[in-house]
């Protein structure tokens, strides 16, 4: 079975400073990875994922996010924030096997200071 | 740039009534999944499509629940007997194929659905 832990509820921080936003997975076979963002009253916006290719992927506004096995980490990661990235995170998971159903994170809420 | 389009925007309904939720996925996408998102909980699976069939359902995708892709464009999510925890922001969502160069999933808008 699939799974998602997002370590953080809520992340605060200043503009032009450094976002990490950590999630760790459970998964039986060797599964995909992705990060969604949701802005409020949005729909659901696909940031990156990774399928086994470079572990370090990079995804769209300067994202990125570095897929360790031995860790069972897919942590996201973005060098300078910018006021516009104050949203909710989602990591999610998905196997071939399971049908590819997502199994999202409980995400994370960035919230970024003037 | 193509997108996943849901209608309507807002729903609301009483409790034992019948509601339709509609989504257009991109045209070219071959398989299709309904998620919902009960207010400050997580997006949960509830069924995926494929080829006109379910391929997956969630515990939560009951005998209440139904999908169908009457056409060669719409995809639909009908809930026969609205109940009070049916209130959610329901998702539609598409991907091209299952295979890891093109399974991301895209998703529409969403549909918050209240039931009274």
């Known amino acids: 079975a699939q799974s998602v832990t997002q370590l953080d509820s809520h992340v605060s921080v200043s503009e032009g400073t450094p976002v990490l936003l950590r999630c760790n997975y459970s998964s039986s076979y060797s599964p995909s990875l992705f990060w969604y963002v949701q802005h409020p009253n949005k729909g659901l916006q696909l940031l990156l994922k990774y399928t086994s290719a470079a572990t370090l992927v990079k995804g769209i506004n300067g994202f990125e996010a570095e897929f360790k096995k031995s860790e069972t980490s897919f942590h996201l990661t973005k060098p300078s924030a910018h006021m516009s990235d104050a949203a909710e995170y989602f990591c999610v998971v998905s196997e071939k096997a399971a049908g590819n159903k997502l199994t999202f994170g409980g995400g994370t809420r960035v919230l970024v200071k003037p | 740039e193509p997108e996943v389009t849901q209608t309507p925007s807002h729903q609301v309904t009483q409790m034992g009534q019948e509601v339709i939720l509609r989504c257009v996925p991109i045209?070219?996408?071959?398989?299709f999944y309904w998620y919902r998102q009960i207010l400050g909980q997580k997006v949960e699976f509830l069924v995926s499509?494929?080829?006109?069939?379910?391929?997956?359902k969630s515990e939560i995708f009951d005998d209440q629940f139904s999908v169908e892709r009457p056409d060669g464009s719409n995809f639909t999510l009908k809930i026969r007997s609205t109940k009070l925890e049916d209130s959610a922001m329901y998702f539609c969502?598409?991907?091209?194929?299952?295979?890891?160069?093109?399974?991301?999933?895209?998703f529409g808008p969403g549909t918050r659905l209240t039931v009274l």
């Open positions: 969502a598409s991907s091209r194929s299952r295979d890891r160069a093109y399974n991301e999933q895209f």
């Open positions: 045209s070219n996408h071959l398989y």
């Open positions: 499509f494929y080829n006109n069939e379910i391929s997956e």
